[in-house]
Each structure stands twice: as structure tokens, then as C-alpha cells.
T-cell receptor
Framework: NAGVTQTPKFQVLKTGQSMTLQCAQD?????MYWYRQDPGMGLRLIYY???????DKGEVPNGYNVSRLNKREFSLRLESAAPSQTSVYFC??????????????FGEGSRLTVL | AQTVTQSQPEMSVQEAETVTLSCTYD???????LFWYKQPPSRQMILVIR??????QNATENRFSVNFQKAAKSFSLKISDSQLGDTAMYFC??????????FGTGTRLKVLA
């Protein structure tokens, strides 16, 4: 079972460059999320998508855009990367309703470094 | 504001011993879910255990159990018979409402041989 797949797993960018992190899930989940993980700060929500066609800002959305391309895919775009966006990014999805107690299923993470 | 606090940044335990990781949270909601996630060096976040707030019985999963104190807003994780493979970062998380999850800052656990 693939679960949640993120690409790329590692990326180095220069300040001002743009890039897109891709995420796909094959579990027919409605909700998808993007988090960033920084040392000492846990996971912080960037954006989420409750269902296909909808997206909402999370705690730290500045500098990011998202696209819910279809039910499977949820991408995160950095239009003009900044060193403050150096982080590990996680995509997650959740089954509908209270199935599995609202458990989030995570991808393996993408380590992004902005020089 | 809803918050999750893990007050132990790092802990260590001898193999085969028992260790307890602390987590407190703050919310005005009456029904919610609490989770412990494990993040090994491979980075993959894996669910360890979940607790539904309306259930008084503490959740258990093999060597992992929780001590859920709803009135005190406390949700600690006990790992029994610790194994080297338990070495990881552990995150406590709270599901607030339909879509929002709040994570603590994590506790790095090292199991010593």
C-alpha cells in the first residue's frame, strides 16, 4: 500500500526560486494537509483541504500556495523561496468522518533547504 | 486558544524499563481526540495510540498505554518494556473540531542498551 506519497524527498533551492511539493494519497481520503516541522516547534499547519475543490489557511500560510488538483493530489507551492522556509514538510490525509478516530496518515516528509 | 504542551524535550530510558512521556492540553471542548505519534529517524510519522475524550477507559496498544485525565487535561504515554526501536521523537496531538489538529513540540526519547 502506497498510502501518502510526497515528492521530492530532498530539495535545495536558492533564495527567490520557486518550486512545488507534490502529494498524492491512494486511500480515498477527503481531507488533506500540509505541515512544516521545525526544531522545537512541532508541526505547524500551513494549509489544509477539507475536500476536493476547497482549501483553507492554517497557522503559517504566508509565502505558500496550494492546489487541490483532485481528490488524490494536494500540492504546495513556494513562489519565491526564502531561507525562513527551510524546513521539513509533511503532507497528511484523513479518512472521512470519525473513521479511525480521526487519525492523520502522513507522508515520509520532504526536506527543503533554501540558501 | 487551544494548546498542547510537552514539557520534556528529551528523555532516556534503559532497555526493558518503563518510561512515561507527559502531555497536557488546553481546550474548552467536551469531545475530542488525542493522539501520540512516533517519528523515528526515518522521519515517517506513525500513530502509536489514540484516545477518544468521551471514553473513560485508558487506551492501550501492546506495550503502549495512556493515562488520560480529562479533568486535569493530561494525556501521558507509558511505554513498557522499552526496546531500542522505540528510540524516536514522540508527538502528542489534539484534534480540535473537524479539521484542525494541534501538535506539541515533541519529546525525543532515547532507549539505551
Amino acid at each position: 500500500n502506497a498510502g501518502v506519497t510526497q515528492t521530492p524527498k530532498f530539495q535545495v533551492l536558492k533564495t527567490g526560486q520557486s518550486m512545488t511539493l507534490q502529494c498524492a494519497q491512494d486511500m480515498n481520503h477527503n481531507s488533506m494537509y500540509w505541515y512544516r516541522q521545525d526544531p522545537g516547534m512541532g508541526l505547524r499547519l500551513i494549509y489544509y483541504s477539507a475536500s476536493e475543490g476547497t482549501t483553507d489557511k492554517g497557522e503559517v500560510p504566508n509565502g505558500y500556495n496550494v492546489s487541490r488538483l483532485n481528490k488524490r493530489e494536494f500540492s504546495l507551492r513556494l513562489e519565491s523561496a526564502a531561507p525562513s522556509q527551510t524546513s521539513v514538510y509533511f503532507c497528511a490525509s484523513r479518512p472521512p468522518g470519525t473513521s479511525k478516530g480521526g487519525e492523520l496518515f502522513f507522508g515520509e516528509g520532504s526536506r527543503l533547504t533554501v540558501l | 486558544a487551544q494548546t498542547v504542551t510537552q514539557s520534556q524535550p528529551e528523555m532516556s530510558v534503559q532497555e526493558a524499563e518503563t518510561v512515561t512521556l507527559s502531555c497536557t492540553y488546553d481546550t474548552s471542548e467536551s469531545n475530542y481526540y488525542l493522539f501520540w505519534y512516533k517519528q523515528p529517524p526515518s522521519r515517517q510519522m506513525i500513530l502509536v495510540i489514540r484516545q477518544e475524550a468521551y471514553k473513560q477507559q485508558n487506551a492501550t496498544e501492546n506495550r503502549f498505554s495512556v493515562n488520560f485525565q480529562k479533568a486535569a487535561k493530561s494525556f501521558s504515554l507509558k511505554i513498557s518494556d522499552s526496546q531500542l526501536g522505540d528510540t524516536a521523537m514522540y508527538f502528542c496531538a489534539f484534534k480540535a473540531g473537524t479539521y484542525k489538529y494541534i501538535f506539541g513540540t515533541g519529546t525525543r526519547l532515547k532507549v539505551l542498551a
